[in-house]
């Protein structure tokens, strides 16, 4: 008896969900977040003086933190004490892009201070920076029963994962 009690019998075979499988198993690359963002994440002219792909080198201190929110890390909490202007909430929006673009599975909860803060922290920084990152087709409706929701909203955004990957 298979996995899945009458696969055998199934038109397409159990052959060919095994060869499915494999080959979205080869096909994915993990990357931790460092690297996934380094090599994805772009921040526009407008948004930051050093325009282009983020690179961690200018702000060294910020690594460890972000390491610890792989889903691999054994890491469960992170504390930070911090100054202003020091490249924190950058450092937000990369795990948010982190688990929206090379994640997927995962839920994410970006939450600010006030609700207007949110608002507009989604409006001016993530969907932009999903956006110049060619990320904005993963930013989709979770309800396939009404065609006019985009996924965005005054609330925030929802996105969409595949275990095929993006198309």
């Given at each position: 008896?298979?996995?899945?009690?009458?696969?055998?019998?199934?038109?397409?075979?159990?052959?060919?969900?095994?060869?499915?499988?494999?080959?979205?198993?080869?096909?994915?690359?993990?990357?931790?977040?460092?690297?996934?963002?380094?090599?994805?994440?772009?921040?526009?002219?407008?948004?930051?003086?050093?325009?282009?792909?983020?690179?961690?080198?200018?702000?060294?201190?910020?690594?460890?933190?972000?390491?610890?929110?792989?889903?691999?890390?054994?890491?469960?909490?992170?504390?930070?004490?911090?100054?202003?202007?020091?490249?924190?909430?950058?450092?937000?929006?990369?795990?948010?892009?982190?688990?929206?673009?090379h994640i997927k599975t995962q839920s994410a909860?970006?939450?600010?201070?006030?609700?207007?803060?949110?608002?507009?922290?989604?409006?001016?920084?993530i969907i932009p920076m999903l956006d110049y990152?060619?990320?904005?087709?993963?930013?989709?409706?979770?309800?396939?029963?009404?065609?006019?929701?985009?996924?965005?909203?005054?609330?925030?955004?929802?996105?969409?994962?595949?275990?095929?990957?993006?198309?």
């Amino acid at each position: 008896m298979g996995i899945i009690a009458g696969l055998e019998e199934h038109p397409i075979g159990w052959e060919f969900l095994q060869e499915r499988v494999a080959r979205m198993i080869d096909s994915v690359e993990r990357l931790d977040p460092i690297s996934y963002n380094e090599q994805n994440r772009y921040l526009p002219e407008g948004l930051t003086p050093r325009p282009g792909y983020i690179s961690y080198d200018l702000f060294p201190y910020l690594k460890e933190p972000l390491a610890a929110c792989d889903p691999m890390s054994q890491v469960r909490e992170v504390n930070f004490m911090k100054g202003v202007q020091i490249g924190w909430t950058t450092l937000l929006e990369s795990i948010l892009f982190y688990y929206i673009g090379h994640i997927k599975t995962q839920s994410a909860l970006f939450i600010s201070a006030e609700k207007e803060l949110a608002e507009k922290r989604v409006e001016q920084n993530i969907i932009p920076m999903l956006d110049y990152s060619d990320m904005s087709d993963l930013i989709q409706s979770r309800d396939d029963s009404n065609s006019r929701k985009t996924g965005k909203n005054k609330y925030g955004i929802s996105w969409r994962w595949s275990l095929v990957g993006r198309s």
